[in-house]
């Protein structure tokens, strides 16, 4: 499974920093990562358990639709582009 990107998150909600956020001009949920503690809270409130914690950054981490590769890029995100049966679609 993947983001679902709610339109209430309940992992930005439960959020003590701020960190999780949901970008309300293109309904993208997202993670400024420099703000993440790493406590877990949005891990533990996603009803899709998508999220995870990246070892590298010491951040929690989720799919944003590849917004700072792909799609500012002008391009579709990873998944979409990769598909082999052409089965994902992105956008409207």
Same mark, same amino acid.
């Given at each position: 499974?993947? +983001?679902?990107? +709610?339109?209430?998150p309940p992992c930005v909600y439960v959020c003590p920093t701020g960190a999780a956020y949901k970008d309300?001009? %293109? *309904? #993208? $949920?997202? $993670?400024? =990562?420099?703000?993440c503690v790493g406590c877990g809270y949005c891990l533990a409130a996603c009803p899709y358990q998508v999220r995870f914690f990246n070892p590298v950054d010491?951040?929690?981490? =989720?799919?944003?639709?590849?917004r700072d590769t792909n799609l500012a890029q *002008?391009?579709?995100?990873? +998944? $979409?582009?990769? +598909?082999? %049966? =052409?089965?994902? #679609?992105? *956008?409207d």
């Open positions: 499974e993947s +983001c679902q990107h +709610c339109d209430n309300e001009s %293109t *309904g #993208i $949920v997202d $993670v400024h =990562k420099e703000r010491h951040s929690a981490d =989720k799919c944003n639709f590849c *002008g391009k579709q995100p990873a +998944c $979409v582009e990769s +598909c082999p %049966t =052409k089965a994902l #679609i992105f *956008g």
